[in-house]
């Protein structure tokens, strides 16, 4: 049984705030066995740890902003182009041969996908069922309803922004120590999510500061 945070940012992210080195020290901290670096619409952060000795296994992997929200891609090997429709970027992904999962599908400030298009909660792999960046965590509920009903594989994550935070949402992977034979337990729902919530004041230093960096991205075009 591996322990695996499928969820995490480094500095490639423009919210990130650890470096990648910083983020895979981390995770060989917290005990982690495995982790999906997934920023916002890059792969850089997964170029940078593949030439970096570590015991952590890294899942290659990219948060995809879609045209309704964002969507985490494991797996794969190149760019996602974002501002598609999700169900044609869960459809690249599979194409590509990577696991499409949706993270934090019903949180309406973190671009949750299943508010706006419930049909992706079918066409998924997976669904982020315990995303450690709540306050109260009435989504990660209502994201485990929708998950059991639709018979779909469950998952958690961190979503961590700073490396204290790895491992905060773990999942539980019935899986031998190779990416290939992970994304594969994940389709195959061999998966146990679980963790605990990133501190409120982290959470909403982290959101106040990265809304004012949108601000400014704003006023300055």
């Not at 337990?185 to 990133?198: D, E, L, M, Q």
Request: net charge positive; with cysteine.
């Amino acid at each position: 049984m591996l322990t695996a945070d499928l969820h995490v940012h480094t500095s490639c992210s423009g919210d990130g705030e650890s470096r990648v080195e910083e983020v895979l020290a981390a995770a060989r901290a917290a005990g982690l066995d495995a982790i999906a670096l997934t920023d916002h619409d890059t792969i850089e952060g997964c170029r940078i740890a593949a030439s970096i000795a570590c015991d952590v296994l890294v899942i290659p992997g990219v948060e995809v902003t879609t045209r309704q929200g964002h969507l985490l891609a494991l797996g794969v090997s190149g760019e996602v182009p974002k501002g598609l429709d999700v169900l044609e970027t869960i459809a690249l992904v599979h194409k590509m041969g990577g696991v499409a999962i949706l993270p934090h599908p019903f949180h309406r400030y973190r671009h949750g996908v299943a508010l706006k298009k419930k049909e992706a909660l079918k066409a998924v792999d997976a669904i982020e069922v315990f995303n450690s960046r709540y306050i109260l965590g009435g989504a990660n509920r209502k994201a485990a309803r929708y998950a059991r009903r639709l018979g779909k594989p469950m998952v958690a994550g961190s979503d961590a922004h700073n490396c204290r935070y790895i491992g905060y949402g773990r999942t539980l992977i019935e899986s031998d120590r190779s990416i290939a034979g992970i994304l594969e337990a994940i389709r195959n729902g061999n998966t146990k999510p679980g963790g605990r919530k990133t501190p409120v004041r982290t959470y909403t230093k982290q959101s106040l500061r990265n809304s004012w960096r949108k601000l400014k991205g704003r006023i300055t075009r």
